[in-house]
C-alpha cells in the first residue's frame, strides 16, 4: 500500500463549471439601462456574474473607489511607516545615550528625549482625530 500519496476530500474539490447556457435579447433602451447596472455594481468584466446574482437575488456589494480617499490613506500609510522608523531611532538613541554618556548627562539626555516624545504624542492624537 502505497502510503505517501496525499488524500483529497471531496470539499477539496473545485466547484463543477456550469454546464447550462441561456441566450436572451435586448431592445436598445434594455442593453443602455443594462450597461448602467453593470456600471453600479462595479461587474462590468463579467456580465454572466452579475445576470446569475440578479436573477437569484443574491446580494452583490458594490465597491466605490474615491481617488482623494485612496491617496489620503497612500499618505497616512506613508506617516505610519515614518513612526516606525522614529521607533526605531527611538531605540537607537537610548542605546547612545547609555553607552557614551555619564550618570550626571543621561538624565538631562532623556528628558529632552521625552518632551520630543510628549510633542510627537499630540502631533500623533491631532492626526488621529483628523482622519475619524
Known sequence: MDTNRKLTDITDRKPR??????????NEEQHIR????????????????FIV?????EEFVVIRRDPSKVQFIARLNDFYFQFQKLGNNYNQIVKAINSHFSNVAIPHQIAALEQRTRELKALSIEILSLAK
Open 17 to 26: 463549471t456550469p454546464s447550462y447556457k441561456y441566450s436572451f435579447r435586448l
Open 34 to 49: 443594462f450597461n448602467e447596472l453593470l456600471c453600479k455594481a462595479g461587474l462590468e468584466h463579467n456580465r454572466s456574474r
Open 53 to 57: 446574482k440578479r436573477i437569484f437575488a
